[in-house]
């Protein structure tokens, strides 16, 4: 009897070692190098506009003013001085269980720092006992580039028993402070706060209330408090409750009891703002947004979902969530930009997604820009003084709210539909699934700056670009002897 005649064992074997060999190869491709400049990775995006290649190419590593010239006047002397000490810690917070966070001079949240409008800010800030290292950013603050506290992009990360000095003019609004070292579980375990710069004068516009939201134990406090949080302000008392959402996603917020107006966001003036009943208003993570309210003589409360602030003696009974939201598309009213946001130097997609594939050797679904995962993103790249504009989409099939470092965005459409009200300005942009937005800016502070995701797992996945200013460079690595790594 005769049969099919047998593949021979070496064609199978051939195949397998083929096949494996791909394999192989596709790994490898995936891993980072234990330490490499941030801005050598993925490729130069010009968005339209000039290009001029350096001897060195698009590793901005090399060549250029350095960004740790960009500083303030160094001679200038501090008019707030602030001294910061981190520890990781047991931490015990009322009514939180016991858990391994970190601490700022023995709290979590850290110290509240206040300023007014132009004073030099200066902290010092120590790292005690965080086997990690450490920095500060300062969310939301258009300060320079070297005082930006990204690990491996502006400054090595501060190791066991060191310490660094910040310094920055301060601008009025509502802003945070937050590690940019091993971020994800340092912010989330406690290494934060809030900062709070008021106008110049001297006079009071009204009560103000820090509302620093942030998850410890699985429980949703407001300054480290679960539940209900008591306010001084009285029955007629005009309050400015700032709201900073220091969590991974999107948060609405709420006031029972009484109309409120969304005065400023992320730090900026909205422009005649109309008082609001009925609606929430929904605050990214790293956004921030102030409500004005005159507390009625039946108390009012300022809610997010699992704690309030009761203003009032008594304070208004808890309501449920409003389902419509303030559509900052259309609140308040224009104002002429000061710049032709419509006649950029450069235009930039930054389309967001999502696919299969390999990140440092992990199999995994990532995260993408432009379609390709992390090294293989693009750098935007820009000069000092230029107009420039994105397209921001968003078809990952999930939420992100994405932070440029150094800049504020103006936002002129959602989703084909131009902008009506205030000019709205944000340093914490919410892209839903399914969203696209156009939003531009004046490139008038120079530097490298991070650009990502503020859901910061999503960032360590992989979504996170940078900004690239024409003509700078960082002395700085991510990895190396300091272990700078910025997610």
Same mark, same amino acid.
């Given at each position: ?101 970190? %601490?700022? #001079? &023995? ?7 206040? *300023? /007014?409008? =132009?004073?030099? $800010?200066? @902290? !010092? +800030? ?94 949703? %406090?407001? #300054? &480290? ?7 001084? *302000? /009285?029955? =007629?008392?005009? $309050?400015? @409750? !700032? +709201? ?244």
């Amino acid at each position: 009897m005769t049969g099919r005649p047998r593949r021979p064992g070496w064609v199978a074997v051939a195949a397998a070692a083929i096949v494996l060999a791909g394999a192989t190869w596709f790994w490898s491709a995936s891993l980072l190098p234990g330490s490499y400049p941030m801005t050598s990775m993925g490729y130069p995006d010009y968005g339209g506009g000039p290009s001029a290649p350096t001897p060195h190419g698009h590793d901005h590593s090399a060549g250029g003013i350095p960004v740790t010239q960009l500083v303030p006047d160094p001679a200038r002397p501090a008019d707030v001085r602030v001294d910061l000490v981190a520890r990781a810690q047991r931490v015990n917070l009322p009514g939180v269980t016991e858990f391994d966070g970190y %601490t700022l #001079n &023995g709290s979590t949240p850290g110290p509240t720092i206040n *300023a /007014r409008t =132009g004073d030099l $800010v200066e @902290v !010092r +800030v120590t790292n005690d006992n965080v086997p990690g290292g450490i920095t500060l950013h300062w969310h939301g603050v258009d300060l320079p580039n070297g005082m930006d506290g990204v690990a491996g992009v502006t400054q090595d990360a501060i190791r066991l028993g060191g310490s660094y000095v910040y310094r920055f003019v301060a601008q009025e609004g509502t802003y945070w402070y937050h590690s940019h070292q091993l971020s994800h579980p340092q912010v989330t375990g406690g290494l934060l706060g809030a900062l709070i710069v008021a106008p110049a004068d001297a006079v009071p516009r009204s009560v103000e209330v820090p509302a620093l939201v942030h998850f410890y134990g699985g429980l949703r %406090t407001i #300054n &480290g408090v679960p539940g209900v949080v008591r306010s001084s *302000a /009285r029955a =007629g008392a005009t $309050v400015r @409750v !700032r +709201v900073i959402n220091t969590d991974q996603g999107p948060m609405p917020v709420w006031v029972t009891g009484a109309a409120y107006r969304v005065v400023a966001v992320d730090g900026r003036t909205v422009n005649q703002p109309p008082p609001v009943s009925g609606r929430a208003m929904l605050v990214t993570a790293g956004g921030r947004a102030d409500l004005e309210l005159r507390v009625p003589d039946g108390g009012a409360r300022v809610e997010v979902a699992g704690a309030s602030i009761v203003l009032g003696a008594d304070g208004a009974p808890s309501g449920p969530a409003p389902r419509e939201f303030v559509d900052l598309l259309h609140y308040g009213s224009p104002l002429p930009p000061r710049f032709d946001p419509d006649r950029p130097d450069r235009r930039f997609d930054y389309r967001i997604g999502r696919r299969f594939g390999l990140l440092n050797g992990r199999p995994g679904s990532w995260w993408t820009i432009n379609d390709g995962m992390f090294p293989n993103v693009p750098m935007f790249v820009v000069r000092v003084g230029e107009v420039v504009r994105f397209s921001v989409s968003n078809v990952s099939g999930e939420v992100h709210p994405m932070h440029l470092h150094g800049h504020h965005l103006l936002v002129l459409a959602r989703d084909g539909v131009r902008a009506t009200g205030s000019p709205w300005l944000v340093d914490s942009l919410n892209v839903e699934n399914g969203e696209s937005y156009e939003v531009a800016m004046v490139a008038d502070n120079p530097g490298i700056w991070m650009d990502h995701c503020h859901n910061l797992p999503h960032a360590a996945e992989g979504l996170m670009t940078h900004l690239m200013y024409e003509g700078y460079r960082t002395p700085f690595i991510v990895g190396g002897e300091h272990a700078n790594h910025p997610e």
